[in-house]
């Protein structure tokens, strides 16, 4: 089963169940899904919905620190609630130790030792193994102290 078949299964199971948040989440993940589908003219593969899909999580996690900073813990509530059901859609999340041991490999194939200037060889070279699986700040901030 396809990632797109299983967010439409899921989605009819939501119906049903009259779960509104999974069902008002997965639509508007099946909506990003069907823009992108509509405008590139083509079916899209389980790696282009996952990259949808992570879209969708940094967009609620950018909101969720500005709802947080106003005070609005129901919007907040709600938007943590839509990241976990998006996140059951996404491969694992890398650990920080698995991600600096990408880092460390990366880093000897390269030969980069330190210096900030090797920065976006690094990330170019340690992002593509991890694409989907770990946020792209937090191999940032990873990469940054295993360069100082």
Do not use: C, W
Not at 69 to 76: E, M, P, Q, W
Not at 104 to 116: F, N, P, V, W, Y
Not at 127 to 148: E, H, Y
Request: aromatic share 4%; proline share 1%; no cysteine.
């Amino acid at each position: 089963m396809t990632l797109n078949e299983r967010l439409m299964a899921e989605y009819k199971d939501a119906l049903k169940s009259h779960d509104e948040l999974r069902k008002r989440t997965i639509s508007s993940a099946r909506a990003a899904v069907k823009q992108i589908e509509v405008d590139e003219r083509r079916e899209l593969s389980d790696d282009d919905i996952i990259a949808i899909l992570t879209k969708q999580v940094k967009m609620r996690k950018d909101a969720l620190a500005d709802f947080e900073k106003a005070g609005r813990t129901d919007l907040a509530d709600a938007y943590k609630a839509e990241m976990e059901v998006l996140s059951e859609y996404l491969p694992a999340q890398l650990s920080e130790d698995e991600i600096m041991k990408i880092v460390h490999e990366a880093a000897g194939t390269l030969g980069i030792e330190s210096g900030k200037q090797n920065m976006g060889k690094l990330m170019g070279a340690v992002m593509p193994k991890v694409k989907g699986r770990a946020d792209g700040n937090t191999v940032r901030q990873l990469i940054d102290g295993f360069l100082s």
